[in-house]
């Protein structure tokens, strides 16, 4: 169940919110909003819905044991076990048959791959459980008695199988007390219809267009870049609009998450895009990888090496994955030790071009998981064996301009300063709430038209 198909936004949310808001109970509003998103996850997975629940009752057992010995061996000892369970469900769902393929390619050597399917959202939600097991042995946050407060923070649906990664910490007072204000709520209701539109206005369209596009049997130089160039509009609008809609679903039920993007494509450099790309998941690798194993501090090109290559097998067990991992780590490696005079020396819109540049062989090297096909790709961009443009290209070009001029202004501050703008008006500030379920009247238009309404993190 997606949060762009009716059957979420008809059915289930009014549903859930109905149930949610018939008693004041703390208690009461915990159960039904675990209850929904068990049934949530389980229309998607109904058998890995056991493994969540389990995966949460080792966290939250080691949690237990974390805390009742604090400080000595066996808290450690704890700590070193969650870390390895937590792991290691993550490693026999998502990398076991990307292991034994790998292992296949050496000289008499023949490993029957398991072919597990993957867990929705295990990505995710391990890395909760991870977070809080671990800022827990680091004395960051507080053990959680009660399994039901906790499993509900780990199966929450508005953030479950595509983020942000919520820390403990930052809900773990919302869990037991919280209330819901009429401000909240229609903040969280338009943050919602934001990231709908984001989600089946802009993201959608541009990845039909990305699909016909990198999918054209005769590519010519300009059908590769305008291809890229969509399905970096895609990626962004797909992404951060599932985030809009989590953290405007969390204020409907009084719940504060984090940001997860910040404009991401105005960066001036690469160091300033993973600060503002999907920050929950950088800040996780920031604070539980790069700056246990010693940050800038020790041997930071290992680090920062490491990091990398994780945080492309976090995105998928594919080698195109671990390239784009690697393609990161040399740009950011040579923004810190080369570039960063040089970068500083530029005038603004050249850096933002030149992050632009990065972030869409980025993305190439993100979306053709066929080594061959990216190949193919790359001598197409780059003019080795293909023509300049030719008419199908420059056509496409011209039909989608509009969406390239509106995507692009999507992508900045512009929209937000203008209906600040517009917000010091009180005519205006009167009219939002029509404003808003116009808005939510056009995506229910656009669900019920479109037939390509896939979220991409899905199967991260």
């Not at 159960?31 to 389990?54: K, Q």
């Not at 990231?195 to 990305?210: F, R």
């Not at 090297?365 to 197409?380: C, N, P, R, W």
């Amino acid at each position: 169940m997606v949060f762009s198909s009716l059957m979420f936004i008809c059915i289930f949310l009014p549903a859930t919110l109905i149930a949610y808001n018939i008693s004041k109970n703390i208690v009461y509003k915990n159960i039904v909003l675990t209850i929904a998103s068990l049934f949530f996850y389980a229309w998607g997975e109904p058998i890995w819905v056991l493994l969540l629940i389990g995966g949460s009752l080792s966290a939250y057992i080691h949690g237990l044991v974390i805390d009742k010995y604090y400080g000595t061996a066996k808290c450690a000892a704890a700590a070193v076990s969650s870390v390895v369970v937590s792991l290691g469900l993550l490693v026999v769902f998502k990398y076991l048959d990307f292991a034994a393929e790998t292992l296949n390619l050496l000289p008499f050597i023949s490993v029957k791959a398991p072919g597990l399917p993957l867990p929705l959202g295990i990505s995710f939600y391990t890395f909760q459980t991870l977070s809080y097991t671990l800022d827990l042995y680091n004395g960051k946050t507080r053990v959680q008695k009660s399994f039901m407060r906790f499993l509900l923070y780990v199966s929450m649906f508005p953030q479950l199988v595509a983020g942000p990664i919520v820390r403990y910490d930052d809900i773990a007072q919302e869990l037991m007390h919280r209330r819901t204000t009429v401000k909240d709520f229609a903040y969280g209701i338009k943050r919602f219809v934001i990231g709908l539109l984001k989600k089946v206005l802009l993201a959608n369209s541009a990845g039909a267009v990305t699909t016909q596009l990198l999918s054209y049997p005769h590519p010519t130089v300009m059908s590769s870049w305008l291809g890229i160039l969509m399905y970096t509009f895609q990626i962004y609008f797909d992404f951060s609009g599932y985030s809009d809609m989590a953290i405007g679903m969390g204020g409907m039920f009084g719940f504060h998450f984090r940001e997860n993007f910040d404009y991401p494509y105005i960066s001036r450099n690469i160091t300033e895009f993973w600060r503002r790309w999907h920050i929950s998941l950088s800040s996780f690798f920031r604070d539980y990888v790069y700056i246990p194993l010693g940050g800038n501090r020790s041997r930071a090109v290992r680090n920062l090496v490491i990091v990398w290559l994780l945080t492309g097998l976090w995105h998928g067990a594919s080698v195109n994955f671990i390239l784009w991992g690697l393609w990161y780590a040399l740009v950011l490696l040579l923004e810190k030790y080369f570039l960063k005079g040089i970068l500083k020396k530029l005038p603004s819109p050249l850096n933002r071009i030149y992050s632009i540049a990065v972030i869409m062989i980025g993305w190439a090297i993100f979306y053709f998981t066929d080594l061959s096909e990216l190949t193919a790709f790359f001598k197409s961009a780059f003019g080795i064996g293909s023509a300049l443009y030719n008419f199908m290209t420059w056509s496409m070009f011209v039909n989608n301009l509009w969406l390239i001029i509106v995507c692009v202004i999507a992508c900045t501050p512009i929209p937000a300063v203008i209906f600040r703008w517009l917000a010091r008006s009180r005519a205006f500030a009167a009219s939002e709430p029509a404003l808003v379920g116009l808005g939510f009247a056009l995506g229910i238009a656009l669900i019920i038209g479109q037939t390509y309404n896939p979220f991409l993190y899905f199967r991260f």
